[in-house]
């Protein structure tokens, strides 16, 4: 694969958004070694893809035989221990269906934690989707699931258990009750798990206390739309501002503590409805990519995306030209990025935890001319940095005010009570919350974001069949 072909294609990508693949050629087709195995032609294209795109590609591994298994080929590349990134995926069309919010669920996220210094773990649900197989059920967010299929989850068995969950399988539910303050066995619940696209735009509300509008936005990844739609989450998005700007809220909290990341693109349209002011003139982010790209096309070497122009914007309206933003451990990649490219212009507040900490960015590939290659490459490509050329967040954004959800009983989002909801409502207005709550004493184990393939990822372009 000549680099001159290559870089055309990449420049084709970043001027105007259209799928971009490796090995297209627009004037013959590839001619594949006739005596070379699957494997050898599947890591050749693999070896071709990251010597040339590879943020790190001056730091490539030593690449074992050709005719290794194509996961551990990739893997032998990788700039380790620094790239904790890269990944390959054996169905291309699988990562991309993921990585818009389309994948085979049982329609609820949650956490497992592990119960006191005992060997027993349970399940503490997180959020419910809508549309997906348990928005119909008795469940909710708060419920402990102390079993899978009839056997009581323990430290031993939980990562065989959350195997079965992918399945058709039977929850043991227990709900707390806040006036016996215990929790009360429900019925068992069978989820079937289906393919079903999920809405990023999970929720959004305005609550006025003390004579204070505070509107709140729970955004879970980032997405541009669907396949029938390919911008319509991004329209909710548009829309839920409009709204907000319409009621002419003081405060906006922006709720990203289990957004894991996604497309750079929805980034920049939530970005541009924040930004105080922020026009197509302002720079929102800046993009590096690697020496080759960088010296064989110039306009690879200062690349800048701009803010959008959005008349929904409300920025302006915001009191002390402050966004408060709930954050996470597993805030991570795109929503990093919009705390990164807001805070030249704005004051971004963080609660909750550290971030996760990741200023790279990575760009789908496939292989379209070897149509028995169903492999998917998401290589770190760029690394992003504000228009005052600050990246050195590679350790995540400590919060302003440090705050564990997993120190109380959850209730729903979207509560004023909920811990970290009650935390920036009472630095909003001043006024501490007399809520009633229960604290709770457990180690957090795991929980199913951690196994999204859009979890960490921050995606430089949406890709278009």
Request: aromatic share 10%; charged share 20%.
């Amino acid at each position: 694969m000549k680099s001159t072909l290559f870089s055309r294609a990449l420049l084709l990508l970043i001027l105007s958004g259209l799928l971009w693949s490796c090995n297209k050629d627009d004037d013959k087709d590839p001619i594949l070694d006739p005596d070379a195995t699957l494997e050898e032609d599947i890591n050749n294209w693999i070896y071709d893809v990251m010597d040339e795109v590879y943020y790190w590609r001056l730091n490539l591994g030593t690449p074992i035989a050709a005719t290794s298994d194509p996961s551990d080929y990739f893997k032998s590349l990788l700039y380790v221990p620094v790239d904790r990134f890269s990944v390959i995926y054996p169905d291309y069309q699988e990562l991309i269906n993921s990585l818009s919010g389309i994948s085979l669920d049982p329609g609820y996220e949650f956490k497992l934690y592990r119960d006191g210094n005992t060997d027993i773990v349970f399940a503490e649900v997180l959020y419910i989707k809508k549309n997906g197989p348990a928005s119909s059920k008795d469940l909710k967010r708060g419920d402990a699931i102390v079993a899978i299929n009839g056997t009581k989850i323990t430290v031993d068995n939980y990562r065989d258990l959350l195997e079965q969950a992918e399945q058709t399988h039977t929850i043991t539910p227990l709900r707390y009750n806040p006036e016996s303050n215990s929790y009360a066995q429900m019925d068992d619940i069978s989820i079937t798990p289906v393919q079903f696209s999920e809405d990023p735009n999970f929720l959004d509300t305005v609550y006025t206390i003390n004579n204070q509008k505070i509107g709140y936005v729970v955004y879970n990844f980032f997405a541009p739309g669907t396949t029938a739609d390919a911008t319509k989450y991004d329209k909710e998005m548009d829309a839920v501002f409009a709204k907000l700007k319409a009621e002419n809220i003081s405060s906006l909290v922006l709720d990203l503590r289990y957004n894991g990341g996604g497309y750079v693109t929805s980034a920049v349209n939530l970005a541009s409805l924040i930004g105080p002011s922020v026009t197509s003139s302002d720079i929102f982010s800046k993009t590096k990519y690697n020496n080759l790209l960088a010296s064989e096309i110039p306009a690879l070497s200062n690349v800048t995306t701009a803010f959008l122009n959005k008349a929904e914007n409300l920025g302006n309206i915001l009191t002390d030209n402050r966004l408060y933003v709930l954050t996470s451990s597993g805030t991570a990649s795109a929503s990093e990025l919009i705390i990164n490219g807001l805070k030249p212009y704005m004051d971004v507040f963080l609660i909750g935890d550290t971030t996760y900490g990741k200023n790279v960015g990575s760009i789908a590939i496939e292989d379209e001319d070897n149509p028995d290659n169903n492999y998917g490459l998401l290589p770190i490509v760029t690394q992003s940095f504000n228009s005052l050329d600050q990246s050195e967040y590679s350790n995540g954004f400590a919060p302003n005010i440090e705050v564990n959800e997993n120190t109380e009983v959850l209730v729903e989002l979207g509560d004023i009570n909920e811990i970290m909801l009650r935390t920036a409502i009472e630095n909003i207005t001043g006024i501490p919350s007399s809520a009633r709550v229960i604290k709770v004493d457990r180690i957090e184990l795991a929980n199913t974001l951690e196994k999204k393939i859009r979890t960490g990822k921050m995606i430089e372009s949406p890709i278009e069949k």
